[in-house]
Every structure is written in C-alpha cells, then in structure tokens.
C-alpha cells in the first residue's frame, strides 16, 4: 500500500481492512506484568500449535500480541475471540489445550477462569477488576496489535484526525478541548485548552515555528499508565500530536521516552515508520496541505527530565536541568519558541474528544476535573495491575472494590497517590489539632487534610490536594499495617536524591538533609522536636526549590507527620516500629509453641544463626541476626514473629 | 543562561517591605531592591551574568491579589502594584535551613559562616563530608567562563548530591587562559586552592595569541 492520498483514498483504504473477514483471534497481554510471567513463551506456543493444526487459511486463528490488558496480578492473560473468554494465570503448557478445547471446539477451559469467591467469571466485563472500569484512552490497549498500523485503522485510529483536518478550524478544536475541560495528565492538571490557546497567542504576536512535544519520561517507581499507552495504542498518541499540531500550526514534534522503556521506542518507531508510509504523517498528509512529523528523543535516565524545562534542555542537547519558570515553554520552550508540551496520557485524551466532541467528555467524570484517568494500583492489594477509572470515583472504590482489598489478615492503612511527589493519605479519618485545620491558600501543597473517610473520597485533581496529596501521573500504592510510614517516606527521599540534577541548593541539600533525619528516626535516635525541625525543613524545600521535583519531594515526609505523627514518636520514643520494619528497632522471635522443627528457617538463614534439630525448636541468635526476614518469610507455620 | 521575561516599556510601581519603590523596564525585583539599597542576600547572583538561581537565599514572598509565592528575587521581574516581602517567616526559613545545610556543606567556608550567623544559624545537625569543603557548586565560574570570557573551560561533573565542579574529561584544560575571572566571582574563594586542577600546561597551549 502506498501512501494515501485523499481523505477519501483513506476511508476506502479502511473500509477494505474492515470487510475482510473475521477470523477468530487470541490477544496474548504482552504488557510489562505478562511479560515479566513468561507472555513472549505462551504466544510463541500458541503460534507453533496452530502452525501443527491443519486448519485452513481464512479460518486460522490470529495471534496478536497485544498491549497491557490491565489485570497484571493474573498474568499472563488471554483473551479469546469471538468466544468472549478471558483466560488469566496462562502457562505455555495450558497453550495445546486452550487450542484443541477452544479454539477447535469452542468448549472454556474451566481452570483457566478467573475465579473470586467461588464465582468463575467466562468473558473480562464480568469480572470485578474490570466492571468499574470505564476504558477511553485504553479502549483499544489490549484490543489492537500495536505494531500493525492496518489494525488500528480497523479500530478507528486517525479518524480524528480526519476530523481535525477536514471539518474543525484551529480555533474550533481548541474550542472543543476547552469545552472537555481536558487537564494536563502529568500531574500538573494544568488546561490543556488553556495552554494550546496561549501557546498560538504567542505564535501570532512572535510569528515562526511552534513545537508539539509529548512527555513520555515516565519516571515515578510503580508507574506504567504512559508505558502502557505508547507499547499498547501507538497511534493514539501520534494521532493526537497531529490534531494539536493542526490546531497550533506546528510541523515538528518531539515524542520524549525514557530510555529505560525500549519496547515502547520500537512500538512508536514502527508506527511512526507505519504511518509515514502510509501518508498519515509527513509532509502534505491526506492531501491536505497539512504537515507534521514526530521524532523520537530518548531520554538518557534521569528522573528530573520528566519536567518540562529539564525535558526542553534535553530534547535541545543540553544537560537536563530545570530553569524557572516564567518564562513558560508555550512563551519561550524548545529554541526559544512557543512549545505545547503535554503528558502522552493527555495526547491520547485528544483524538477522542475530538471524535465525541468536547460535550460529552466533559460528561465523564466530575465537574473541574473531567474524563478519566489511568492509574497503576499496585501495593498491598489483590489485584494490581493498571486501572482506567471516571474521576471522582472514590478512593475507596478502586481500592476495595476493583482492587479487591487488601489481602491477608492485614489491615488496609493507606494510599500512597501521585509516586514520589504526592502524599500519603490514610485510611482512618484522623482527628487533628485545631490549628493544623488552618488551611492557608499560600500554601496549600503538603498542608491539606482530610475531611473525609479515605474510601468516600473522591479521586479528582482537587479533592486530593485538599487532602493533602496529588493526582499525579497516576501512581497508587496501597499500605497495610506492615507498612512503615517513616521507611516508606525514606524509600522515596533515598529515590529523589538520586535523581536530584543538584542545581538548587534546598534539593540537593535538603532532601540529604530530610534523609538524614530520617535515618535517625528509623533508627530510634532523635528527641520529638526533630519531627517539628523536619516538617520545617520540608517546608524550606517545598517554598525554595527550584522546580516540581525538590517543591514536592516532602509530601510523603509532611504528610505521613501530620497523618502518622504518633508512628514518628513511637520510632523516636518508645524505639519501636509499629509495623515491624525498621530494621534497627525489631526482633525476630520463633514461637515456641507453633515451631514444628521443620528447619527450613535454619537452612534459608544467610547469617546460619538459626540453630535447633530437626523436629526440635528453633532459636534466633540475636547478635549474629541482620534482620532481613528470610526466616519470617519461609516459616509454613508463621511460628517467626516480630517484635 | 535563563531568557528574561521581555522589558515592559514603563517603570513598574509595587512595594518592598511596605516601601513604595519603582522599578526601571527589565529590572527584577533583586536589583530594584539593591537600588533601594534593601538588603537580600545572595551567593550565587553576580552582575556580570545572566542569573542562575541555584543558592536560593534571595528567595522572598510576594504578594499579588490573593496570590502569594516564595520566589527567587533574582530571576523574577516585577508587575505593578505587586507586594514584595524580604524578611516573611517563609522566606527567612528557607534562609536559615540553606544555611543550616551549607555550613555542613562548605564548613571551611568563612563567607557562609558569616552570612549564616546574620540569621542566627551558628551550628548545623547535619552530617559533615569534608571538612575542607569551601565550593557550594553555585554555578557563578562556571556561568562567567562561559558566558564572559567565552572559553568554557570549567564544567560541572555528575549529578545530585554527587555533583562537583570540574574540567571537561577531567584533565587540565588548556582552553583556560589563566585570566581569574572565575576567581574573582567565587562567592567562597574555593576556587583559589583548586585553580591548577583548572589550568593547563601554560608552554602547552595553542590558539590565537598563543602561536608557536
């Protein structure tokens, strides 16, 4: 196929993919969860059982490898059509049954169902994880083979674009994104309408080129919302580079990847390649006049180059550090020139509100903060993996109803939202001193509270901020009473200050500083006064950092003070750690009572401080124990206790 | 360096301190007040290069409508009828904590002792590295060898925490002309002791001017 010419020559191109007939397909999730369980070995399997069926051509099964499903904690997944089975936790040795029951004979694989309290559920829209879920940015994640542009096109990628370019003035789709009330999906929820809008003012007073950048520099630990789009739906994100480009009279894009996620750079190139070649992108698209190109920049592994300042220095060839704003990127961005750059998440947003219409975007959701959102609900909760949700559904409903809980016998303590920068909300409604309610607009970051139960409340831009916390790109950790606050809030000072660029002073010296403490803490040291002297200095960094990573390092610190404190003070005053994580402050005990002598405990201790005979109770030898809980960890009858 | 924000055509009327000042067009609010002779301190600000704002003490507060922010004096412009705070409990805490962590940071340093005593910040809590450690890694040599003298001789290595002031590859740079310019913006003197680290072989060096 060469390129296409007319809109025209596009629609009759689409229209010839979709009249071909269907075959019945199998989706193997080649996600980073499946992956991760073997998902490569299980499509190959399938592909080499089918090649063994004698089954002629036209109704031969396809095998797409597919991007993230979503449901990761049940990998590797498989969905079946026209069967309408979802398959989860498949081996390739399931693979030769899965072919001569189903796809022969068109009986289910019983063992191969998802099953949740005795229900086994046949097709993925009756499963829990799934239910809640409203999909628009990852409706064809999963669905489409992403490096196959025929496919998209059958699923209706450039569409929009069409639309973009034949029926919409420049003025018409910001118009439209406006009307969606679209916020920018990296964390800032800045208006996309907004920003497009100033972006072309500036380009109009200061004529030359505009640059469209899409921000895939997706860092925060347990985050993959922006990996899944780019390895799953390509095209959604080019397709919506394009329409900004249109609607900013921009011809060059930059599409910026972490280098630490080469699938998602040989996904985009091919499709890059796929719709070049097809005339979607380059110069003249479809015929009408209409250039744009997109170029890939890989980033180089630093964390701060995921701000957009950092992320324009980078893209320029310089070394990624922030500079202040003002001015802004759509003022002055990449070679001093007004640049739009946008979260992949928020590109992907575009060419459906585009198809929809800005009305029925701002539908979904809730008023302020519209549309959907993906998060990454990963922690203490049964089923991890990666969640499309309306806004202003509750807390508590991703955690207990989509996510299933916390397992164990564990009691759900709180969630973690917005990764390294956000805060840590609890699930218990705390009771807080009267003078800390004075909420104070001049700060607000870091000093929210909740004024409502975790699991009522609504997960938009501004209700968590009120509690203290942020959106974010959409990380979501759960926490459980094992789960130390004081060594969650170290973990991810220890991650900033490895990725701290060292330009400000506050940042680089403080989130040392903040760690130091900390560490004291973690270690019983320090007097209470510490815990004031060290939300003072989160306070310093969040009013003198330089940019968004030092400004919003101390959330997990200031928050987990004001919700935790009385966890704080046990560490400092009683040298005690409540949960039973600070290595400094627990021991490890066997119970005598519950020992059965079975020396696995013994044999797995990498320290060989585990002494006893077999059949014989085991004892700890405290002095040579580092506390690592391997013991803990390997006892089948929990007879390790820690205290 | 940092692009300014473009020079309004008139002079800006706000307020320092509750004092009526005005500022000329492509002033900012650091060199307003130092015109008004109000004292911000500063490490990392010299008049010879753009801006950087990398040490962060000449953070103030400001006031416009309900809009309140801490922001860097050096880098930000003025807007009329803005309020301008140099001393507010925000602003003199971010001071005292850089400080704090400077006199850890750079304790040979007689300068930041100084400065840090103004805010009665005598003694730090935190971990001491080097104790001969007098460069902030402020930028200001690395800002004028570039962008004054044109020679691009000293660079900053590594990143974070780990970040030093260095030679590109690390070896004497024989791009140095050995003028001082660096020397002489040092906000520390740290620069004194490690100048040869910086300079090449003087017989070595090639270029105009220095033809054999």
Known sequence: MGKLKSVAELDSFRAKLLAAPARPVVRVCLGPGCLAQGADKVSRAFKAAIKKQKISADVKPLIKETGCHGFCSQGTLVNLSPFDLFYVQVKPADVPEIVDQTLRDGKVVERLLYGDNGNRYRSAAEVPFYKLQQKIILKNVGLIDPLDIEDALKAGAYRSLVKALTQKTTDKIIETVTIAGLRGRGG????????????????????????????????????????????????????????????????????????????????????????????????????????????????????????????????????????????????????????????????????????????????????????????????????????????????????????????????????QTGGPSGGIIPYELKELPPEELKLDKVGLQGRGFMTMELKNLPVDFDSLAQAGSIMGSGGMIVMDDRDCVVDVARYFLRFLEEESCGKCLPCRLGIKGMQEFLNNFSQGKGAPADIDALESLGRALVDGSLCGLGRTAPNPV??????????????????????????DLITYRIDADICNGCTLCAKNCPQVCIMGAKKKLHTIDQDACIRCGVCMDVCPVDAVVVA | MSPRKKPQKDVINFTIDGQPVQAKPGWTILETARHYHIHIPTLCFHPAVMPWGSCRLCVVETRYGKRGQVIPSCLNPPVAELEVFTQSERVVNVRRWVLEMLLAECPASREIKKLAAEYGVTATRFAIADPEEECLRCGLCVAVCSEVVGVQALTFGSRGVKKVLETPYRVPNNACIGCGCCVSVCPTGALQKRLDTVRGDLSRRTGHGYAH
């Open chain 1, 188 to 415: 800032g929820g800045f208006p996309t309408g907004y920003k497009w809008r100033k972006a072309v003012e500036n380009a109009r007073d200061n004529p030359g080129p505009v640059y469209i950048v899409a921000n895939g520099d997706e860092g925060d630990p347990g985050a993959f919302m922006d990996r899944a789009i780019m390895e799953g739906d390509p095209h959604a994100v080019l397709e919506g580079m394009a329409i900004g480009a249109r609607a900013m009279g921009a011809e060059q894009g930059y599409l910026y990847v972490r280098a630490e996620y080469p699938f998602a750079v040989r996904t985009l190139n091919i499709a890059i390649e796929q719709a070049r070649s097809l005339g979607l992108l380059g110069k003249n698209i479809l015929g009408t006049g209409f250039n744009f190109d997109v170029q890939i920049n890989r980033g180089a592994g630093a964390f701060v180059c995921g701000e957009e300042t950092a992320l324009l220095a980078s893209i320029e060839g310089r070394v990624g550090e922030p500079v202040t704003r003002p001015p802004y990127p759509v003022e002055q961005g990449l070679w001093n020139r007004p640049t739009v750059i946008n979260n992949v998440e928020t590109w992907a947003n575009v060419p459906h509100i585009i198809d929809h219409g800005g009305q029925w975007y701002s539908g979904v959701g809730v008023p302020h903060s519209t549309g959907t959102k993906i998060f990454s609900l990963v922690g203490k909760v049964k089923n991890s993996g990666l969640v499309e949700v309306p806004m202003g559904i509750t807390l508590g409903a991703i955690v207990e109803e989509i996510g299933g809980g916390v397992p164990g016998k564990e009691r759900f303590k709180a969630v």
């Open chain 1, 558 to 583: 200031l928050t987990s003070i004001r919700y935790f404190r009385d966890e704080y003070l046990a560490h400092i005053v009683d040298h005690h750690c409540p949960a039973g994580v600070c290595r």
